[in-house]
């Protein structure tokens, strides 16, 4: 698509068609088959809901760097005095819903992210200090606490799996900073991925305006329930081009909970697999109907899947009798299952259909992390490594059936900086001995045999160096 991505505040704007004979949808849903049904009015339903959909107010101290010539006498006589470093404040403006009496506010994460101090404005104009309690880049979500004792209004939380393609929808939230907005439009599709740079792929697609501002507005369904948080759009210049993105308000729930709970940061299910999209060049290699679904391409020996009978090969077309489009719907189908909980997984196997059930947990923390700080004259002097498990790949955002010894942070000017090393970087073997544990590499540094064969993962690929 020749146009691109924007993290978004939203608007909605539609265009209904007024047709002579009425057309009757599934459930009993219709479109409007006459003037008089075009004059009906979404005013009752905003009256109602508008007021739990509030503005979040962000602000950050940035340090702004001083004039490289401040404190030089021949350039300040020439351009006067130049300021010495100092600090700065930032401001961003998204939106956010109220989702508990308590005063629990659910916002994107780009809106809140390093903010030092963040407010929120309700709708009747009082402003009230807030903290985050829990957030996650991944996801793109945050949620708030408002500091007050009072009861607030709430938008219910709806069930965004029953959200259909042509479902009627409003979007509120405070666009361009120009206060409050309405705006409505249709669903236009479902389980969008690769729609931004996060590892979460699975979004309700709009044609509502969304514009900058409307980060972490409302998509409301036509019975006052949130049905997604408005998060991103595809735009040329910075506006609305009719198509928006919003986290599904299923996965809200799951995050919601999380924080209710007290965890400081949201557990995702531990699988034990990989799995790549079905392409119609696998689709027709396997015989399946449809290029749909995740094909299993590796499993982690005593994982959740190997012990559930996953084996390479299949393929995973449905969670709990859901359809799964690709491996994102997977991920989130898993997810919103709830950790602590089982599903049930169908697979295609060999051209065959079976159903298999697989326990939903935590990654494991199957090795001791065991971080050090390596020294001494040697390659890897200034980083600091750490034992792979599931749990770290998790959190570094690894594949968790990565395994060996993570660089996980190297200092600048170090003889590792000096090198190259990364954080990720896998170290696999120092001068042929194969390194399985941070204990390995920190006797092996100790040898210091005056020269070194270096082989590490970057990316995917292996990396051999040799150094003196």
Do not use: C
């Amino acid at each position: 698509m020749p146009s691109m991505l924007n993290y978004l505040t939203t608007g909605l704007l539609a265009t209904m068609l007024v047709l002579p004979v009425p057309v009757q949808a599934q459930d009993n849903k219709t479109v409007p088959a006459s003037t008089a049904e075009m004059q009906l009015s979404f005013a009752p339903l905003v009256k109602r809901t508008a007021g739990a959909v509030v503005n979040v107010y962000a602000e950050r101290l940035v340090q702004k760097r001083a004039s490289p010539f401040a404190g030089d006498p021949f350039f300040e006589q020439f351009f006067g005095q130049q300021s010495p470093n100092r600090t700065e404040k930032q401001s961003s403006l998204g939106s956010g819903v109220i989702a508990t009496a308590s005063g629990l506010v659910v916002t994107n994460n780009h809106v809140i992210e390093g903010a030092d101090d963040i407010k929120v404005a309700l709708a009747d104009g009082r402003e009230f200090a807030s903290k985050v309690l829990l957030k996650d880049d991944r996801l793109d979500l945050a949620v708030l606490q408002i500091d007050a004792k009072e009861e607030f209004p709430v938008l219910a939380l709806g069930n965004s799996d029953a959200t259909e393609v042509g479902d009627l929808v409003l979007a509120i939230g405070n666009p361009f900073g120009v206060g409050q907005t309405v705006t409505s439009g249709i669903v236009s599709a479902l389980a969008r991925n690769q729609v931004t740079q996060g590892d979460f792929g699975f979004f309700i697609q709009t044609d509502a305006s969304i514009n900058p501002g409307n980060s972490g507005g409302a998509l409301m369904n036509m019975a006052g329930e949130l049905i997604g948080i408005n998060t991103a759009i595809f735009s040329r210049g910075g506006g609305s081009n009719g198509i928006g993105f919003a986290i599904p308000a299923n996965l809200v729930r799951v995050f919601l909970a999380a924080a209710e709970k007290g965890d400081t940061s949201f557990q995702r299910p531990y699988v034990g697999a990989t799995f790549d999209p079905v392409t119609s060049e696998v689709a027709e290699a396997l015989g399946l109907k449809r290029a749909r679904g995740a094909l299993v391409v590796g499993v982690v020996k005593d994982g959740p899947a190997e012990k559930a009978g996953i084996e390479p090969g299949q393929v995973v077309t449905a969670v709990n009798g859901i359809a799964v489009e690709h491996p994102d719907a997977l991920g989130y189908r898993l997810t919103t299952a709830g950790i602590g909980k089982s599903a049930t997984l169908t697979l295609i196997d060999k051209g065959k259909e079976k159903n298999v059930t697989i326990a939903l947990d935590t990654a494991p923390e199957t090795a001791p992390r065991d971080e050090r700080l390596l020294e001494g004259r040697n390659p890897f002097a200034g980083a600091t490594v750490a034992n792979l498990s599931p749990k770290l790949a998790d959190e570094l955002r690894m594949p968790t059936s990565t395994t060996g010894v993570v660089i996980m942070d190297v200092k600048r000017n170090s003889p590792a900086a000096r090198v190259g090393f990364q954080p990720k970087d896998i170290i696999v073997s120092l001068n042929g001995t194969d390194m399985a544990s941070t204990a390995n590499v920190e006797k092996a540094l100790e040898d210091n045999p005056g020269f070194w064969r270096l082989e590490i993962i970057r990316d995917g690929q292996r990396i051999r160096q040799f150094l003196r």
